[in-house]
């Protein structure tokens, strides 16, 4: 997204309690909002809690999220179920940015919504507002974790942090540290990360590397 700009794309999905939503996401040029969110008409605004605030100078809608900084890659992992449920047309960009709108560029890639037995990729987001461009961009220190949900021990795979640390913090949803564990720079390309000692629920897996971060959410069901 360019500018003062909001944008949606159709998808007919159905929150449930367990859904989760991932992607990755940057931007230059921070504006007053930057977030992602959902809805069911083609209004700008009126989201109730349904938009994710990520950045930005002004405090709109849901904070929980609201912890981006810099201007690299960072990996989401929402559990979006936990906030809200319900059937949905539109999944939202929002990049909202009135002064100075040509200097602000946000990036969203790989989006999944995530269920327990499913996934779906989405396309192409079409525009509500001006400014359509969506330029692409190299992903950078993701992680990819399965299975999920999981039993207790889930898989990690670690290939884009080769010979590099890493620190993994399980935080429950009041973003409580409960776990944290490190691996070395001569890590394998997978390792496994046991919750199995945590109650079943919702936790947030926190990367970090090289004082970088990026988030998964993972569901701990036996």
């Known amino acids: 997204l360019?500018?003062?700009?909001?944008?949606?794309?159709?998808?007919?999905?159905?929150v449930t309690s367990a859904t989760v939503l991932e992607f990755d996401f940057r931007v230059t040029g921070l504006g007053e909002i930057h977030g992602i969110g959902f809805d069911?008409?083609?209004?700008?605004?009126?989201y109730n809690g349904m938009f994710f605030q990520l950045a930005g100078t002004q405090s709109y809608s849901e904070q929980s999220y609201r912890n981006y900084s810099g201007s690299d890659w960072v990996s989401y992992?929402?559990?979006i179920g936990q906030f809200f449920t319900g059937d949905f047309n539109y999944i939202v960009f929002g990049a909202d940015k009135d002064a100075g709108g040509s200097t602000q560029?946000?990036?969203?890639?790989?989006?999944?919504i995530v269920n327990p037995s499913s996934?779906?990729?989405?396309?192409e987001p079409k525009s509500v507002a001006d400014n359509s461009n969506t330029p692409e961009g190299s992903t950078t220190g993701t992680v990819s974790v399965f299975p999920n949900p999981t039993s207790g021990l889930v898989?990690?795979?670690l290939r884009s942090h080769m010979g590099k640390a890493l620190e993994v913090n399980v935080l429950?949803?009041?973003?409580?540290?409960?776990?944290k564990t490190t691996f070395g720079e001569d890590?394998?390309?997978?390792?496994?990360?046991d919750i199995g000692t945590l109650a079943d629920g919702v936790y947030y897996l926190v990367f970090e590397s090289d004082g970088k971060f990026s988030y998964r959410t993972v569901i701990l069901r036996r």
């Open 2 to 14: 360019t500018g003062n700009a909001w944008k949606k794309a159709a998808m007919n999905h159905t």
């Open 77 to 79: 992992s929402i559990p």
């Open 172 to 179: 429950n949803t009041s973003q409580q540290l409960l776990l």
């Open 40 to 46: 069911d008409d083609d209004s700008v605004g009126g």
């Open 105 to 112: 560029e946000s990036f969203f890639r790989n989006i999944r």
């Open 155 to 157: 898989n990690l795979d």
């Open 119 to 123: 996934s779906k990729n989405l396309g």
């Open 187 to 193: 890590h394998a390309i997978e390792e496994i990360l």
